[in-house]
């Protein structure tokens, strides 16, 4: 059984960083493509970042281009999400998402089967 744990998120002031984790168990990470999405109260899941199991491409919205990097360790079968300059509106529960053996639409939710609980992100200005 698929198993997706993330952490790291918290409380922070406008222009603050936070490093989010993501803990994979139960699936094979060096074949996962691994997705960040986040979601704000009373609006619909987006997407915020992704890297592919097949060369490790980068992709990110457009919103948190060159303010958020996400990386993977497959020794500790972790993918990461560091998001520097912090703003109010990145304010939302972030969750970790993962699908094995797909390398395209990682910007849609619906490409991946696991996902996890979530961790949440509260941006103050």
């Known amino acids: 059984q698929a198993q997706l744990v993330e952490s790291g998120g918290g409380l922070v002031q406008a222009g603050a960083s936070l490093k989010l984790s993501c803990a994979a168990s139960?699936?094979?990470?060096?074949?996962?493509?691994m997705g960040w999405f986040r979601q704000a109260p009373g609006k619909e899941r987006e997407f915020v970042a992704a890297i592919s199991w097949s060369n490790s491409n980068t992709y990110y919205a457009d919103s948190v281009k060159g303010r958020f990097t996400i990386s993977r360790d497959s020794a500790k079968k972790t993918v990461y999400l560091q998001m520097n300059t912090l703003k109010p509106e990145d304010t939302a529960g972030y969750y970790c998402a993962a699908e094995s053996y797909v390398s395209t639409g990682l910007n849609l939710p619906r490409t991946y089967r696991y996902w996890g609980q979530g961790t949440q992100v509260i941006v103050s200005s």
């Open positions: 139960g699936l094979t990470f060096s074949t996962s493509s």
